[in-house]
């Protein structure tokens, strides 16, 4: 059985789920800048979780939002002198050419925060009707006192708030931890129509809202995202999600831990962000994968160039053992190695460790055995959401790789760079620009691939 640590309960619980339908909501970006190493933890770990899901047969429903709008949004578009929609459009695109680049499945929803906009207005009117939100001459807050399990799942208290200096003062607050679910807009500031006025939602309550919207207000099975976020982001999003429907919101609770840097958590307001781009253009995303499958996911991870080199280096020994076996016959013993880490927390170091053992106590021995161990290596890791290629589709790749990178396409696989490609040349031709839009339809042709100009659905695409 499947045993997942719970930040709540703060111990490891069987993950039984009451439907074969596991409802999983993950806190997705906040689009102001460049997506960084702690960006492609968060989302490889839980890809590791998704997928070892379906493996257990489980359908899993997920939801990774994009917070396109908050404080820092405008700051930065303000600084860079372009509007807060072409900044978070830029950094959206970014994230979403990262997350492909590392593998990870396409969650079944992606809500942005100004698409929710009414959904986050009502959730807002039914915690208003309770008594529980307020107006003040700045914006909508939730009572804090008014959610009796408030700091539960943080573990923190109340004592250790009021001492933090985290809190400014803000005026008609009933408590100083009362948290902003709307806020009025200032001044020459992107906003929206509400009931309290212009103005635009606080960062807690999208994710509240987005939940309820997609999965109803029954709650949903697993959370997860950051241990940054415990504090104040779960805790305030639980809050708000339990009093407005006395439901249970969430049944597990998971965190990944941070990376860091020589020691130091790799943060904006350290200042030692590291770039998930530059890595993914020095490796590839097996390699940056494999890094994060070295750790347990929970805990902090170290890292640097070094430690990507050895982790290039061990997948592409392991790949070269697994060579270009395509039969499918199966070690028992190594998917009970992997099943059991798996169960275990998710612990992914652990089954590599019993795995690398495992090869080496059954190296050289009988050449039928090794054939199965290959095969079922290829197989665990293929699950895992790793890819193992031919060097003929290696040199296939890299022809793709040349070709898109000349529009500024970082090529994962022929569908989402197509996808991407298809998207540039609509745009081209919704601003009349057909010379250009023909230069692209002929250029792709070179790679074998023929752009149909279709008249129902637009586009079609064919390798030839
Ligand atoms: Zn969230």
């Not at 593998?103 to 009414?118: F, M, Q, R």
Request: net charge negative; charged share 30%.
């Amino acid at each position: 059985m499947l045993n997942l640590y719970n930040t709540l309960t703060k111990s490891e619980e069987i993950a039984d789920f009451p439907s074969n339908e596991v409802k999983i909501y993950l806190c997705g970006p906040t689009v102001q800048s460049s997506p960084h190493i702690g960006h492609g933890r968060s989302a490889v770990v839980f890809d590791f979780l998704f997928r070892y899901l379906k493996y257990l047969g489980k359908e899993i429903i997920v939801a990774r939002n994009i917070t396109d709008i908050d404080d820092k949004i405008i700051e930065k578009s303000l600084e860079q002198g372009i509007t807060y929609s072409e900044l978070t459009k830029n950094v959206s695109k970014e994230f979403i050419q990262a997350y492909a680049a590392l593998n990870c499945l396409k969650p079944t929803y992606e809500p942005k925060a100004t698409e929710s906009i009414d959904e986050i207005i009502d959730f807002i009117k039914i915690l208003e009707e309770k008594d529980i939100a307020y107006q003040t001459s700045s914006g909508v807050y939730f009572d804090i006192t008014r959610y009796s399990k408030y700091l539960e799942l943080s573990g923190r208290s109340i004592e250790d708030l009021l001492s933090g200096t985290r809190v400014e003062f803000i005026e008609g607050k009933k408590n100083n931890e009362d948290f902003a679910l709307w806020k009025l807009a200032k001044e020459n500031e992107p906003s929206w129509k509400s009931p309290w006025g212009q103005g635009r939602p606080g960062w807690h309550i999208e994710c509240s809202a987005m939940i309820h919207g997609l999965f109803g207000n029954k709650g949903i099975d697993i959370h997860c995202g950051g241990n940054d976020l415990i504090f104040p982001h779960h805790e305030n999003e639980r809050a708000q999600s339990e009093t407005a429907f006395n439901s249970k919101f969430v049944n597990f609770w998971l965190h990944n831990g941070m990376v860091n840097l020589a020691g130091k958590k790799m943060s904006k307001s350290e200042g030692n962000i590291k770039l998930l781009s530059e890595f993914l253009d020095m490796f590839d995303g097996n390699t940056i994968r494999y890094f994060f499958l070295r750790a347990n996911y929970r805990k902090p991870q170290e890292f640097s160039e070094n430690l990507l080199k050895e982790s290039k280096k061990t997948f592409v020994n392991l790949s070269s053992f697994v060579g270009d076996i395509n039969s499918d016959p199966v070690d028992e013993h190594l998917i009970k190695i992997f099943e059991e880490s798996m169960n275990d927390d998710l612990n992914t170091p652990k089954f590599v460790g019993e795995m690398f053992n495992y090869i080496n106590l059954n190296r050289n021995k009988d050449q039928e055995k090794t054939l199965k161990i290959r095969s079922t290596i290829k197989y665990i890791f293929e699950t895992l959401g790793f890819t193992f290629v031919s060097k003929e589709q290696n040199q296939n790749n890299e022809i793709f790789r040349e070709f898109f990178i000349q529009y500024e396409i970082i090529f994962t696989d022929v569908n989402s760079s197509m996808s991407d490609y298809i998207a540039m040349r609509q745009e081209l031709r919704k601003q009349k620009k057909y010379e250009s839009a023909d230069k692209m339809r002929k250029d792709i042709e070179s790679i074998g691939i023929i752009i149909e100009d279709g008249i129902e659905s637009g586009w079609r695409w064919s390798t030839n």
